[in-house]
């Protein structure tokens, strides 16, 4: 089965400008995740979707994060404007549902981002 | 606080050494654990789970309660099994998000 598909792989822009991810997730995976990753951490949630509304956006800096998840399969995660910490892997994932015991949670490639 | 711990950012073994790779977790309840794996240049993808008590590429992780910890064991080590490891925990609720370690990088010498 195809697996979450992320673009684009690699993104490269200045400080306070915006940048825009693209995630499509497994077919059918009703649940999708944002993670960031910065160098030398684990992956820490931004933001959970369930179908089209957000379940938990508790870490996600919304002053210049944004996510949206329209018709509840692909979702775009936007950065206006971009500071330099904000450089990081942006990984999307799907499940099929958050709630089932032992529900596997599936990793796109990610979409590296560096900010200068 | 939900926490995971992963006190060692690089292990290095000989190939047919045994390996633990560290894990303990803060959690207020019975949270599930995992281990995902991330091999060069591929995505992350999950490895095990602790409910399924399973091996997986001849490892192997127990949960212990006590100890608050979920270490990763395999007996004897192979090239292959070089990679970035993390710890992971879900616990119980609406959102059921991961919280990862860190993360352990194993290399496995020849």
């Known amino acids: 089965e195809a697996g979450v598909a992320q673009s684009p792989r690699y993104k490269i822009i200045e400080k306070r400008q915006s940048v825009a991810f693209w995630c499509n997730p497994i077919s059918g995976h009703a649940t999708l995740y944002w993670y960031q990753q910065i160098l030398g951490q684990g992956p820490k949630l931004l933001i959970q979707f369930q179908n089209n509304g957000v379940v938990d956006d508790s870490q996600l800096p919304k002053d210049r994060f944004s996510a949206e998840r329209l018709k509840g399969v692909d979702s775009t995660l936007k950065i206006q404007p971009a500071k330099l910490e904000d450089s990081a892997v942006y990984l999307c994932a799907s499940s099929l549902d958050p709630t089932g015991s032992g529900n596997t949670i599936y990793f796109g490639e990610g979409s590296w981002l560096t900010v200068v | 606080a939900q926490r995971v711990t992963q006190p060692e950012k690089l292990l290095s073994v000989f190939k047919g050494a045994p390996v633990e790779l560290k894990c303990n977790y803060s959690y207020s309840g019975s949270p599930e654990l995992f281990w995902y794996v991330q091999y060069s240049r591929q995505r992350l993808q999950l490895l095990l789970r602790?409910?399924s008590r399973e091996s997986i590429k001849g490892f192997t992780a127990d949960l212990n309660k006590g100890e608050t910890s979920f270490h990763l064991k395999k007996p004897f080590a192979q090239e292959e099994d070089s990679a970035m490891y993390y710890c992971a925990l879900r616990g119980w609720g609406a959102t059921n998000k991961l919280i990862f370690g860190t993360g352990t990088l194993l290399a496995v010498q020849p």
């Open positions: 602790h409910i």
